[in-house]
T-cell receptor, first 114, second 114 residues
């Protein structure tokens, strides 16, 4: 079945450090890939997405490139801020009959300190 | 604010009881998803509805059921509750449940089974 594997957290970084959160996936066909972010006490919000191989999703300084050859979608940011502290979820969406199913990774908690 | 409304925000009940969680999707969204988030299982897809019809089923227990009403709001019914059902239950909506669509998440219902 479809699955998403993320690096385990928590990840603790100092402000302005470079961030990488690894994500690899297993899926049949050609999934769409997403990063969602969950701030404390809130629901998930879409951060970025990519729908086909070699697409790069970007938003708020975060980037991720859909790598079909390595089945990866690693999240990167050049300079993190304290306000980026949250839990980040990698996810893939695949067709299921007439529907689409979104499968999440376990989430990676990021803590950014001053 | 995602536009997805979930009620109640918190629910405390006892084992063996039955509860109903409610979700109002964003205006215009036809598809509703239910997810369960717990520390040990992560974010698990439960079920998806589209315009009143069940579209996809995930790891939903037989003790759980859901429906989407003509006004597009959805309810998740949890019965014969067990301690392990304690979790954060999220509802999400999207326009049509398509493959690369963005999901909008509510802020969740925290269920505590004592």
């Amino acid at each position: 079945g479809d699955s998403v594997t993320q690096m385990e957290g928590p990840v603790t970084l100092s402000e302005e450090a470079f961030l990488t959160i690894n994500c690899t996936y297993t899926a049949t066909g050609y999934p769409s890939l997403f990063w969602y972010v969950q701030y404390p006490g809130e629901g998930l919000q879409l951060l970025l997405k990519a729908t086909k191989a070699d697409d790069k999703g970007s938003n708020k300084g975060f980037e991720a490139t859909y790598r079909k050859e390595t089945t990866s979608f690693h999240l990167e940011k050049g300079s993190v801020q304290v306000s980026d502290s949250a839990v980040y979820f990698c996810a893939l969406m695949t067709p299921t009959g007439t529907a689409s199913k979104l499968t999440f990774g376990t989430g990676t908690r990021l803590q950014v300190t001053l | 604010d995602s536009g997805v409304t979930q009620t109640p925000k918190h629910l405390i009940t006892a084992t063996g009881q039955r509860v109903t969680l409610r979700c109002s999707p964003r205006s215009g969204d036809l598809s509703v998803y239910w997810y369960q988030q717990s520390l040990d299982q992560g974010l698990q897809f439960l079920i998806q509805y589209y315009n009143g019809e069940e579209r996809a089923k995930g790891n939903i227990l037989e003790r759980f059921s859901a429906q989407q009403f003509p006004d597009l709001h959805s309810e998740l019914n949890l019965s014969s509750l067990e301690l392990g059902d304690s979790a954060l239950y999220f509802c999400a909506s999207s326009v049509a449940g398509g493959l690369s669509e963005k999901l909008f998440f509510g802020s969740g219902t925290q269920l505590s089974v004592l």
